[in-house]
């Protein structure tokens, strides 16, 4: 069973996410907190996390940033957004990482799932 961690500031979004992935066959795991998330995250856990990138506190760039140097890149992430792509901005921040696994919301599960297997495949 894949594990995903979801960090996201809205309860109702976290929720909602993660009862349609478990009803999908993956463990989730939620924080609304993006230090909470930091403080409690776990070296080789999770097989990918969701995102969200404006959050208050700490943006999920920052929170990539950190997790990244605790991990050290191992765990695959989608950021999650409402607003437009932030490729650009992340470019700016990591200029030599190939992330581009942004989703935007809203999104059905069922793309949802289909976003997050693909990003699952890839090498």
């Known amino acids: 069973m894949k594990k995903i961690l979801v ?3 809205e309860p109702d979004i976290t929720t909602s ?3 349609g992935l478990e009803r999908k066959g993956f463990e ?3 924080h609304n907190d993006p ?3 930091l403080e409690n995250f776990k070296p080789d856990v999770y097989d990918l996390m969701l995102i969200d990138i404006r959050m ?3 943006s999920g760039f920052e929170l990539y940033r950190e997790i990244k140097k605790k991990n050290e890149g191992k765990t695959k992430i ?3 957004t ?3 792509v932030y490729y650009e901005e992340f470019r700016k921040m990591f200029p030599n990482l190939e992330v581009k696994c942004f ?3 809203p999104i059905t599960i069922n793309d949802l799932v289909t976003h997050i297997n693909s990003e699952l495949e890839r090498k």
């Open 7 to 9: 960090v996201d500031d």
């Open 17 to 19: 996410v993660r009862n």
């Open 28 to 30: 989730v795991h939620t």
């Open 35 to 37: 230090l909470k998330a």
């Open 56 to 58: 208050p506190k700490m």
């Open 78 to 80: 989608c950021f999650f």
């Open 82 to 84: 409402a607003f437009e």
């Open 103 to 105: 989703i935007r919301k």
